[in-house]
């Protein structure tokens, strides 16, 4: 089992900058493919940004390419998402989750930290 507790969430203007942060614990992670997904009031869940358990490899949505950026520190048990250049259609419930079998399926989830980006 693993278990994921997300930061790094607030209120900021547009134009701003956050940094999430997710932190893993319980079975070793550090074979696991990771990824961020988003929740906004009235909307279905949506893909962000993922990273590969070698950490070589990201794939982004294209609403934030160019100003996300994720990464994974395997030492701290760690992926982070620096958001950039934030939106007010950033504004949503963002939740880190672990593939276990790096097959896509997302297979354990944090609560999810609330982020909101006034215009």
């Known amino acids: 089992q693993v278990q994921l507790v997300e930061s790094g969430g607030g209120l900021v203007q547009a134009g701003g900058s956050l940094r999430l942060s997710c932190a893993a614990s319980g079975r070793t992670f550090r074979n696991y493919g990771m990824g961020w997904f988003r929740q906004a009031p009235g909307k279905e869940r949506e893909f962000v940004a993922a990273?590969?358990?070698?950490?070589?490899?990201?794939t982004y949505a294209d609403s934030v390419k160019g100003r996300f950026t994720i990464s994974r520190d395997i030492a701290k048990n760690t992926v982070n998402l620096q958001m950039n250049s934030l939106k007010a259609e950033d504004t949503a419930v963002y939740s880190c989750?672990?593939?276990?079998?790096?097959?896509?399926?997302?297979?354990?989830w944090g609560q999810g930290t609330q982020v909101t980006v006034s215009s």
């Open positions: 990273i590969s358990w070698t950490g070589r490899s990201t």
């Open positions: 989750a672990a593939d276990p079998n790096t097959d896509g399926l997302y297979r354990y």
